[in-house]
């Protein structure tokens, strides 16, 4: 785990230096706006979907400073998430990172529009940087990251999850891994393949990274329903227990907590049986997905 988190640590502020490069200045018109969308990136977050591009990346070759731009991309594409999902209309919730969340600190429309503008500000850097790369690699990001967020993807997922909430479906097992493939894996999946796309990596390589990154989806997903059933307010940044005062499929929801932690260990097992296939940072990989299986928050 200590691995994966000193290159967290290490990686942070360079992917947090190229987000205040590509994001609006609050001083920029429309301010109000332009502040909201820095409110909601520069919150905290562990950064964790832009260190799976580096990482994605560099297993195959590429230089970081290549990565950094779309690693801050998907770092806008997975705020915009957040901000939408904490809407009344949604999760509707008012704690996001130990702050007010962005509906809360600006209003309701000013949220939504703030997603909308970092969705399309993660897409059209991802289309224009780094001006180094081929056109067909800035292409291919923008199409995996488009296919990734979009209504197969993530919002897709989203969906899915309103649905189960209002009425668990036949077979809410299948639905289960359905949704939490789609609304947190693709995620997770995009950013992996995205450095291997900047490294100019062969469908091969491309292949496993996705199938780690499903693996990954997973395992960030149990533990994450696993920290809503026994986690704090306080710990976690945002409100505990809300999952089952909704009513929402979940692992713990569906299995209980001690088969979710059952089902946890399998799905480390097998991401780390596809880590050791990589050609190089296997060692950082290795304690990423130990510190995904047993993190606090």
Same mark, same amino acid.
């Given at each position: 785990?200590?691995? +994966? ?6 990686? @942070? ?7 205040? /490069? ?15 969308? /820095?409110?909601?990136? +520069? ?40 901000? %939408? ?12 990172? $130990? ?6 600190? +600006? ?27 081929? &056109? ?9 990251? $488009?296919?990734?967020? $979009? ?5 897709? $997922? ?26 947190? &894996? ?11 796309? %900047? ?11 996705? /199938?780690?990154?499903?693996?990954? &989806?997973?395992? +960030? ?41 059952? @089902? ?34």
């Amino acid at each position: 785990m200590t691995a +994966f988190l000193d290159y967290l640590a290490e990686l @942070r502020p360079q992917v947090d230096r190229t987000l205040d /490069r590509l994001l609006p200045t609050e001083s920029e018109p429309p301010a109000l706006l332009h502040s909201a969308m /820095r409110y909601s990136v +520069f919150g905290g977050g562990k950064r964790i979907r832009p260190a799976l591009v580096a990482l994605g990346g560099e297993v195959y070759g590429a230089p970081l400073e290549s990565l950094l731009p779309a690693a801050a991309a998907m770092e806008m594409i997975h705020t915009f998430s957040l901000v %939408h999902d904490d809407l009344p209309a949604l999760d509707d919730d008012d704690l996001r990172r $130990g702050r007010p969340t962005v509906h809360r600190q +600006f209003d309701e429309a000013i949220a939504i529009l703030a997603g909308d503008a970092l969705l399309n500000c993660a897409l059209t850097c991802l289309a224009l940087e780094p001006a180094s790369a081929p &056109g067909a690699v800035r292409a291919r990001a923008v199409a995996v990251a $488009g296919h990734a967020v $979009g209504s197969q993807g993530m919002i897709g $997922g989203q969906v899915a999850d309103l649905e189960a909430e209002r009425s668990w479906p036949e077979n809410p097992e299948q639905a289960l891994e359905s949704i939490h493939r789609r609304k947190t &894996g693709s995620l997770l999946v995009a950013s992996l393949v995205l450095g291997g796309v %900047h490294a100019e990596a062969a469908e091969d390589a491309l292949e496993l990274l996705a /199938r780690l990154g499903e693996a990954l &989806g997973l395992l +960030f997903q149990i533990g994450d329903d696993l920290l809503d059933v026994e986690g704090d307010s306080a710990a976690l940044g945002k409100t505990a227990g809300k999952d089952a005062a909704a009513h929402k499929l979940t692992y713990p929801g569906l299995y209980g907590v001690a088969e979710s932690r059952r @089902r946890l260990g399998l799905v480390a097992a097998e991401a780390r049986e596809l880590a050791a296939a990589l050609p190089r940072r296997r060692e950082t990989v290795l304690s990423m997905i130990g510190y995904l299986g047993e993190r606090d928050r």
